[in-house]
């Protein structure tokens, strides 16, 4: 059993700590959180696990093999750092850390402590989002061609990151895994509806190597809730809504055929119309996937999991290149490698 | 009996006649198409109408009031620069012409003439468009915060211009309609799905005075039809689904409250959720008002009606706009007066 | 080319008369109405056409093959049969007539004088039924369990028939059409909801022979617009909207396997889910088919067409039993053959 | 604080404890079931529950005051009797017990006692339904026309009750509660899809006094999952669909005028249509307000709450009519009162 320490029981604490206790390979010493009210609402009826607000005892405890930090994106580098330091593994809640650099640095550190870095990219857990990866990597799928993502609903509003990093993040998470194409620029531009507060909507363009594109609308400030998807192949198209309760995708054999007229230079556009179809997904908690794949990581010693250290800096990369450009409304910023 | 011409007899055609026909203002004389076989599909029972190939026939009949013009984007400005100055209304189909440039000098000769320039902005002729400007307009609806639009299908891929001259103009011609609002900047990203054809999606972003912001995703590669916006206020929204049968507005009393909280700097948000209102909208055929419009701007000397030239200019300034930004992958581009 | 004429030109006979000139078969010679109204109403450019209040000058006419029947149900058997008498065929509105009674002395006088009884039970025509026919003939659909059809709205309230002989008769229509399933007994519950007037909601429900069973709910007080079928079969399960404007029709790969228990007398229910499919379907007029077979059972002496006088006869037994069965609020009644 | 004491922790057994420990008014001291795995399942971290398979321990304990039945329909009855004779009051899940006559023996002992009986009828206990009641209750309602409801899915197959008394029941706890109208007779027509077992499809109609009708479908064999309800009245609708997350209810000002014509004795009808309202509703559990009622009930000595012994018999007194009905394919039974 790998021992493991939560940080931070905040909003998401519950649901990791129940998936943790219910994984065969897990047990959870401590939840460790400042705000003692927090503590107070942990319904586990294992008496073993210690509750404290004393971060340093928990690094100390030889015994934790793994640390858990949920705490707000600001203290993830820190306390990811500290944790490496102190030779645990780390799965940390999406994003990976407040700026690229400090990415960099917790995946050095763990490479030279031979260490697992696990982000929670929690959507690449989904059937849905396995299920699309598959459907994409069929030949009969054709050429990506675009990605347009709408993920709005009358959100939270957060003091320390904006719109992007608080929803675009999912995005560019499922984006990282199911295509390996390389973002070349983005262009982004953001709207602050309350004063002294950070983004409340943004709309972020990305131009990827052989003329992919992914768009992203995000907003906390919508009345209705979306969580829509189109991902737009040559020859097929995926429509992935994950507000559906069975039916999150449906895949359509739509587009157009450009067919060369016989005797002319121009080209004649057939639009095609087939079939559609639902795939039947099985009903699995991603969270639950997600403590899975953290243990084989860690058992195997595999660094290339589907959500590692590399990934967590591949979105932060274009977060902070979102940022960037939409601090000069929407002037396109090339994304760092 | 206003006596008018229809030059052009595609698409929308069969539209514009029926309309013009079932009108008590207004006499169909000619419909002129360079295609015979165009005009053989002219099913008006009226033998008064004379089919022909010969604009120049048409615009020398004295007895022609008004022309009416619904030919290729590209072919706008020429026919409708011969029409006043064969001292004729024009009612032209959106947009106005390919060129802000060509809208003005358009604007000056019908000025100088004394003649009508009715610009067919079709969705501000539609109760629902009416019905969202006097939402709007009432204080309870608050400041205009965002209005964001996605308008993609599976559509016909043009030639002549590209999917934001196409589809985005729409949403150009409300945002003009009922918003008083100044359009400072754009930044638009684009994206040609087929070789040698204009864009066939687009992401076009708009900054307009106090910190109203416009977002349009235009798509023609989508594998489902959406016509949906939302219009956010700070009392307030609104979720307009074209597609809609009948329940085509959706009024919202969702939204933040900013309250100060004491004895301390930080502002606490509360959220409001209130009760839903569906207005019930009549079934009027838009291009039945517009035609109404244009027969009142005639009759009443009425230069400044709904979508008048200037207004045909508004939209196609933001256009020319956002090709500019297009063409430089999102960098914002000044809105010209 | 076959001569006809069009008896009634009421809400239905734009439609009719529009699909019979736009065949290459037919050519419209009359239509007659009472009422000249309606006669002023009709916009076609044929200059042939004869409008006329006389139907007996219409019978009389010898060049006249055939006559298309649109008037109110309780008049379709008096022209009907002076329309056979008079050596023509018919086409007659659904339904076929007023009592089976009726039905059957058409049938028989048709019968020997050779001539086509054709009832327009539009939905036969319609690309989702014959998709759903084809669906269910095919082994792996297995048996069929079930038909539920909801098909309710504010609608037109009648005052000749009652909500069953106006809106279930489409269901029964495709009932007789994709099962070749005898009915055995019928129970029916009806609502007036308006003092002297017909039944305005009703709730049927059909008991055929091997264990299949169809309900039916009409209703013309909905606030409401549905029109819902659902086809339970052993294997799949179709869900046909007739309201989507292209995906009508879903195939569920869903329902139980009944397992026997080793050892035990007990049986055990395993749930199947598997993959959705939504066929795509031409876009095609149903009523321009229905003139199609119309012609071919002329031409070819076809006396078994898809809604042949028989279908219309099995349609009204229904209708019959049903309203003696509402009469006794929910009595079982036979179903005569 | 009131002891308790659940019987049966099957499927409904883990939301029962948890709302009665989140309860201010109630301490859970036993929880019993025959089956020492449901027992395992138990997860609180309360250590005075005794677990038990022994009901004759838990009904001599002086110190438990009421008794929580959520064991099979068919053990209901002798459970209750038990614990009323043991001066306890009870809480039973839905319906009450599987025949009037058992219904009337508990209501007549818990008077002689002096105890509360309380059904589980859930819905009556959500915002949706609570609102639908206040609406009717309205004059600008105007009068009860129908109830017309849609409860089906591909559900749990049951070996003790027929799909009436599982589902069907949830309808008639909502009927009883929103209308204060006798039910007078019913229809009902069942289908058996498996053998040897009850029945998985039923469609229900009531008729009340005052020419009030209700219709109710249930199917545990629908590939699709539907919960929806329309209520008509003379002046609003309403649609309540429970599978919305928020907008359960929609309330439309829709229906039909009947004017008296002058000089004639027919009358003209007119279709209304007015604006739709969408009340916004708390999101309370309504198993938690049931808990609360119950403990009123009790504390005030209520023996008229929402969902006390004589709505259980209701309810159950159309129940069995019902069943009467479908054995004879609908013939019409009155309803006992």
New interface residues.
Partial sequence: MIKIAIIGYGYWGPNLLRNFENSNFFEVRYVCDKNNDSLKKI???NKKIIKTNDIGKVLKDDTVDAIVISTPVNSHYKIAESALRAGKHIFVEKPLADSSAKCKKLIQLALKNSLIIFVDHTFLYTEAVCEIKKIVEKNEFGDL??Y?S?R?N?GL?QNDVNVLWDLAVHDLAILNYISKLNPI?V?A?G????K?KPET?A?L?I?YQN?F?A?I?V?W????KIRKT?L?GSNK?I?YNDLEPS?KI?I?????N?VKKQNSSA?L?K?R????????LKNKEALAEAVSEFYRSIKEKKFNSKSNGNDGLNVVNILEAADK?MA?????MKVSK
């Fill in positions: 319904r586990s009826s061609l675009y347009d709408t709005i009358l509003i620029e262009s531009v709207h602050k509806h309350i002294n909507a709309y363009t131009k003329n594109i768009h609308n907003n400030l919508s009345p209705v189109i737009g198209m429509v039916d449906i359509y054999k739509k587009g157009i450009i080209n556009i639009y119309i087939g079939d559609t179809l639902i795939p039947s450009s000069k409304n929407g002037k396109p």
